[in-house]
């Protein structure tokens, strides 16, 4: 059993055992995040998610989720030989990844009202994330040479490069405000930060590179209620 079915049978169990017993409310929530990565090997990130998530009583809730965000390198080029006049290479991650997270979070909700802004909600979140990995970034190698004075040869060789699964934690704080009986608008922040690191390799060049999805995130989005 791979690790994604694992986490698929608990958070389905952490749902079925919500819903015994006490009736409660269920809630869709749509949010667009955007990531402030950590690690320099990224530009930027960005995704999507949608939670379900059940509040067995108005304070606590569970939430299976599922989303997509791509994380941009920065395409930043390294040098790995300088012998300026006869030989220098260099090497460059080029590209983005894709990744699909699965998983569930445990939500803490407390109520409160705002005279400017009516009825509001802070929550807080904690859960993990499986990362399912597709991978758009290729390895550009250049080797400079030196035949002449004045003759420079360049090769540029592409590489394909494959990534790994992995799996993130996350914790975050909502303040949600009541846009009528059936919906509200929410903004949030917090941190992703690494349990089960993946790699990036280039095969053919035996090379292995860890990926950090480690970040500062903000999110905005809607959320619908019913019973």
């Not at 819903?19 to 320099?40: S, T």
């Not at 939670?51 to 939430?63: I, R, T």
């Not at 699965?102 to 909700?109: E, I, M, Q, V, W």
């Not at 349990?195 to 970040?215: E, H, Y």
Request: charged content about 20%; proline content about 3%.
């Amino acid at each position: 059993m791979t690790r994604v079915e694992i986490l698929l049978i608990l958070a389905l169990g952490i749902l079925i055992h919500a819903n015994r017993g006490v009736a409660g409310q269920w809630e869709v929530q749509q949010a667009f995040d955007y990531y402030l990565p950590r690690d320099a090997f990224w530009d930027r990130a960005y995704g999507g998610e949608m939670m379900l998530v059940y509040w067995q009583q108005p304070a606590l809730g569970v939430a299976f989720a599922a989303g997509l965000s791509q994380w941009e390198s920065t395409g930043e080029r390294a040098t790995l030989v300088s012998n300026p006049g006869t030989f220098e290479q260099f090497q460059a991650w080029e590209g983005d990844i894709q990744y699909v997270p699965l998983g569930a979070s445990l939500l803490l909700r407390e109520y409160y009202t705002s005279r400017d802004l009516g009825e509001c909600q802070l929550t807080l979140e904690a859960g993990c994330r499986y990362v399912r990995c597709n991978s758009d970034l290729e390895l550009v190698r250049t080797e400079r040479v030196w035949l002449n004075p004045g003759q420079i040869q360049e090769v540029v060789t592409e590489y394909a490069v494959d990534c790994d699964d992995g799996i993130v934690g996350r914790v975050a704080a909502s303040l949600a405000i009541r846009v009528n009986d059936q919906s509200s608008l929410f903004v949030a922040g917090g941190y992703q930060f690494n349990i089960d690191t993946g790699n990036v390799t280039v095969d053919s060049l035996g090379q292995s590179t860890p990926l950090d999805l480690s970040a500062l995130f903000v999110r905005v989005g809607l959320a619908f209620f019913f019973k």
